[in-house]
């Protein structure tokens, strides 16, 4: 199945975080648009790998997208290395995207740094004709990158306003990650995710990169390379009159 964009993150629910909204704001703008996570989650430090796929089943399903799909790669030992970019390449050209999805290359995880490098790469060697999967090559048009714990100044910020709501509910689906006082099944560790005012800290966020730009939240993205523009005039409309709501 041919996709506009696939979101590519290390783990079940790091898309959700650093670009939900973008994604379910170009679903409602009519794009085609997929979730692929490199590793099923299973060194999560709540819940198991039978318990996030579930979960990343329920958030797919809130954020409107096409093809939702995790890899086989070891969660915790996310490695860049020629398998692995095979992997990607082959979920690439399976769904020969426009624009592509990575995490920024600066991380805490050192699975989200691997993931960044992996998917980059794997986004150019997919258009090398002689490089055999037995599908089309193909090459993105685009890398962006989308922030998890670490700030960037980003390349643009996507308005996100009308799509807010859903992308938090779409977090809430990793239920076991959250605090829950009364579900000591998924375990007690305490996570970044865990924390009470998590979802709070998620909103502060991206209402400090929607204030940025002039609108209610926003999720900002970062190219490696200067973006090409070649209307200067005409790409700016009224919007860029930093009205803020
Ligand atoms: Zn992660």
Redesign the pocket.
């Known amino acids: 199945m041919k996709l506009d964009v696939i979101a590519f993150?290390?783990?079940p629910?790091?898309v959700e975080i650093g670009c939900g909204g973008t994604i379910i704001k170009l679903e409602a703008l009519g794009y085609t648009t997929g979730v692929v996570a490199l590793t099923r989650?299973e060194m999560g430090t709540r819940g198991s790998a039978e318990i996030r796929a579930r979960e990343f089943a329920a958030a797919a399903r809130v954020l409107g997208v096409s093809v939702h799909k995790a890899l086989d790669m070891p969660d915790g030992r996310v490695e860049p290395n020629w398998e692995n970019k095979v992997k990607v390449i082959r979920e690439i050209r399976a769904h020969q995207p426009r624009v592509v999805f990575a995490p920024y290359w600066v991380a805490r995880?050192p699975?989200?740094e691997a993931a960044s490098r992996i998917v980059r790469e794997a986004s150019y060697l997919s258009g090398l004709k002689k490089l055999d999967t037995g599908q089309e090559a193909h090459r993105p048009f685009k890398v962006l990158f989308y922030q998890?714990r670490f700030e960037f100044s980003p390349s643009f910020v996507a308005d996100i306003s009308s799509s807010h709501k859903k992308k938090l509910e779409a977090i809430r689906c990793y239920e076991s990650q959250f605090f829950s006082p009364n579900k000591v099944e998924h375990g007690t560790g305490e996570t970044l995710i865990s924390r009470p005012d998590f979802i709070e800290r998620i909103e502060t966020r991206d209402r400090q990169y929607g204030t940025y730009v002039g609108v209610k939240f926003g999720e900002p993205f970062l190219a490696r390379e200067a973006l090409r523009i070649d209307d200067p005039v005409g790409f700016f409309g009224p919007e860029c009159l930093e009205t803020i709501p």
Do not use: E, L, P, Y
Request: hydrophobic share 10%; net charge negative; charged share 30%.
């Open positions: 993150g290390a783990h629910d790091d989650g995880h699975d989200h998890s």
